[in-house]
């Protein structure tokens, strides 16, 4: 059974960088069979997908946050990061990672959820 | 604003069978399948409903889910205190990608 866990700092400063990892487990990264995604909370509100990837390194983002962020593949660490610049108070949320069942033609939504990194931005 | 409407609250009493919406619009609901997360407080979302009405395993019968045209609904027979929680719906959107609703928070009279 797929199991997720991301892990990174828990506060960052306005207008740094907020870097994140998800460490696979359970499972191969490599599949062919999964896209692997990343979706924010911010306190007390809805959910935000932010962006998914292949193992390949093919990846698709939220267009509002496209220009700010970059998701990243390690299979060797059967791992994938986030990156966002720039960030502001308004990208204070709980980041969670997960995966996406894809089957060659269709992908998924999410299934398998990380527990969730809350992430301050704050001086 | 969320790009899929749900009510913000919904409740019921134990036993009840309560459902909730989500509305759409023709690039994403009207086009693609819908899922429903159930989110107990604290805890990571949990994949209740894929491709509109399918259980993954483990996910009671007494959850459901069904989707018309632009609109989706999730349906809890026999209500439980243990379901109550917040409720997402999700779907893709051919031109913003992975778009959810703003969230149901049920509530167990």
């Known amino acids: 059974q797929l199991q997720l866990q991301e892990s990174g700092p828990g506060l960052v400063k306005p207008s740094e960088t907020l870097s994140l990892t998800c460490t696979v487990s359970?499972?191969?990264?490599?599949?062919?069979?999964?896209?692997w995604g990343w979706i924010r909370q911010p306190p007390g509100k809805g959910l935000e997908w932010i962006g998914s990837?292949?193992?390949?390194?093919?990846?698709y983002y939220n267009p509002s946050l496209k220009s700010r962020v970059t998701i990243s593949v390690d299979t060797s660490k059967n791992q994938f990061s986030l990156k966002l610049s720039s960030v502001t108070a308004a990208d204070t949320a709980v980041y969670y990672c997960?995966?996406?069942?894809?089957?060659?033609?269709?992908?998924?939504?999410?299934?398998?959820w990380g527990q969730g990194t809350m992430v301050t931005v704050s001086s | 604003q969320s790009v899929l409407t749900q009510p913000p609250s919904a409740s019921g009493t134990p036993g009840q069978r309560v459902t909730i919406s989500c509305s759409g619009s023709s690039s994403n609901i009207g086009s693609n399948y819908v899922y429903w997360y159930q989110q107990l407080p604290g805890t990571a979302p949990k994949l209740l409903i894929y491709r509109n009405n399918q259980r993954p395993s483990g996910v009671p019968d007494r959850f459901s889910g069904s989707k018309s045209g632009t609109s989706a609904s999730l349906a809890i027979s026999g209500l439980r205190s243990e379901d109550e929680a917040d409720y997402y719906c999700?779907?893709?959107?051919?031109?913003?990608?992975?778009?959810f609703g703003g969230g149901t928070k049920l509530t167990v009279l």
């Open positions: 990837i292949y193992y390949s390194g093919s990846t």
């Open positions: 997960a995966s996406q069942e894809y089957s060659g033609y269709d992908c998924d939504a999410f299934d398998i």
């Open positions: 359970g499972g191969s990264i490599s599949s062919s069979s999964y896209y």
């Open positions: 999700a779907a893709w959107d051919d031109t913003l990608g992975w778009v």
